[in-house]
């Protein structure tokens, strides 16, 4: 009976492994309702991110062996993954007190590849929200989720650590500044604004580059704060006729296809000068061989791993801090749990001991529950609940 977690991340996957756990919001809505019309499964949560997929569950069963077979089938199964040779070696699992601790890392940045990235933490929030809206928890993962999100806040209030926030949004213009060696005047075009990551990466050029934004979204609707610079806007399917003025192409879609095919780029491309490619899209939205021409730079996520390296050994101490905080949260949600599990023995508790008042007296009542509490347990539990109820 508890937590249990199937998931695949950046830690261990690489990006083209990831790429098959990308789910959508309906199939991540179908293995939830797969995973709760189990016996013994009463509740789950899928968490997926550019990073990260995971799947959350809460079961009423101490056949931990076989509710990981049923998790596993339905995670590698809405995959497509089920015949792929060596794939387990891709899957981590976590259960009880490491189950606890992942998610409340997980949501204060701190297993991110960028640690104490934001965006994380809205994700998390997303995930719980969208269970919840299908009826796909109850009692047990929506006070997980809560403690977890809760905690986080507090992560990001009493520490450095989101102070100069760093994400994967922020480092996609500080990797195509350090390629061209400015973005002065460079024509910096974002595909994909009305996401939540693609959204960030236009913020930060109009608000702290001097470079010439153009924005290309199939809504073409963009809500800004007011007072920043104009974008130019270009239509979805125009987007090909502008590629050779760009100096910089950014792609943070949704899609599960290329937002950018190689062939279809290289007729477009005719001004020969340096480029900059970058796709921070899970499944990828930019053909990679974009990178095997000459004067082009493609980045993709996992490439952020090594760029993030520095900003994380900044962070380490700040992390030292997070950490402290997390398990007070951590350990508050592990009594709840043992509480929560043992409303029903508490009632009987309770109920047999105001039997015994009413016939026999308080006095008589406390010998009894004491004498129970003797017979019931250990010398080292015994021992442990006189030291408690002492203080």
């Not at 590629?243 to 296809?257: F, G, K, Y």
């Not at 962070?315 to 949600?333: G, M, N, R, V």
């Amino acid at each position: 009976m508890g937590i249990q977690i199937i998931g695949i991340s950046h830690k261990n996957a690489p990006l083209e492994v990831r790429e098959m756990f990308a789910f959508t919001q309906e199939q991540q809505n179908d293995m939830m309702l797969k995973m709760t019309s189990y016996p013994n499964v009463e509740e789950c949560v899928v968490l997926s991110t550019c990073n990260r997929t995971e799947m959350y569950v809460y079961a009423g069963s101490e056949k931990t062996g076989q509710i990981y077979k049923c998790m596993q089938e339905v995670f590698l199964s809405t995959a497509g993954a089920q015949e792929i040779e060596e794939i387990g070696e891709y899957l981590l699992f976590f259960h009880g007190e490491r189950a606890i601790r992942h998610l409340f890392y997980v949501a204060a940045g701190l297993d991110s590849m960028v640690i104490g990235e934001d965006q994380i933490l809205g994700q998390v929030k997303t995930a719980h929200k969208s269970a919840r809206e299908i009826g796909a928890t109850a009692v047990y993962l929506n006070t997980f989720f809560r403690m977890a999100v809760t905690a986080a806040k507090k992560v990001k209030t009493d520490t450095d650590l989101s102070r100069t926030s760093v994400s994967t949004a922020t480092l996609a213009l500080k990797v195509a500044e350090d390629t061209l060696g400015t973005l002065h005047g460079k024509k910096v075009m974002v595909i994909g604004a009305t996401g939540r990551i693609g959204g960030i990466v236009l913020m930060n050029l109009l608000s702290g580059y001097d470079a010439q934004a153009y924005v290309t979204t199939r809504a073409n609707k963009i809500n800004l704060k007011h007072g920043m610079r104009e974008f130019t806007d270009v239509d979805y399917g125009d987007r090909y006729d502008y590629l050779d003025e760009m100096d910089v192409l950014i792609s943070a879609t949704a899609s599960p296809h290329y937002t950018l095919t190689f062939n279809k780029m290289i007729k477009y491309l005719e001004t020969e000068k340096p480029r900059v490619f970058v796709d921070l899209a899970v499944p990828m939205d930019i053909d990679p061989q974009i990178g095997s021409l000459e004067n082009c730079t493609y980045y993709n996520i996992d490439d952020f791993a090594k760029i993030s390296e520095e900003n994380n050994r900044r962070k380490l101490h700040e992390a030292e801090s997070a950490t402290t905080i997390l398990d007070d949260f951590i350990l508050q949600f592990r009594k709840w749990m043992v509480f929560q599990k043992s409303l029903g023995v508490m009632q009987s508790v309770k109920e047999n001991f105001m039997k015994v008042t009413e016939h026999k007296g308080v006095n008589k009542a406390f010998d009894h529950f004491f004498y129970w509490v003797r017979e019931n347990n250990s010398p080292e539990d015994i021992d442990t609940f006189f030291k408690c109820i002492d203080h």
